[in-house]
């Protein structure tokens, strides 16, 4: 009995450390998972500001403005004055 007994706390300190090298190693494998996560997210929040970056400047009058002048859209529109209100009653 004492044989049996003996042999049975041994396996099970044994299952005991294999358990735990396994959880230990599983942490060290998510761990590296959760860095490489991290720096994709810090990869593309960077790549966003920049794009956001440059839709500002693409919706900016100044741009606007230039684009207008390398493509010779020299002509300022007439604005139209609604002296008369038929235009808004639309009848």
């Avoid at 009995?1 to 494998?29: D, E, H, P, T």
């Avoid at 794009?51 to 002509?75: D, G, H, P, R, W």
């Amino acid at each position: 009995m004492k044989f049996i007994f003996k042999n049975f706390i041994w396996i099970f300190f044994v299952g005991l450390i294999i358990g735990n090298v396994y959880i230990f190693l599983s942490g060290i494998r998510l761990s590296n998972e959760i860095n490489r996560y991290e720096k994709e997210i810090t990869r593309l929040h960077n790549e966003n500001t920049d794009l956001e970056k440059q839709v500002f400047e693409i919706e900016s009058l100044k741009y606007t403005a230039s684009m207008a002048a390398t493509l010779n859209f020299t002509e300022q529109p007439a604005p139209m004055i609604l002296d008369n209100f038929k235009y808004a009653l639309n009848r």
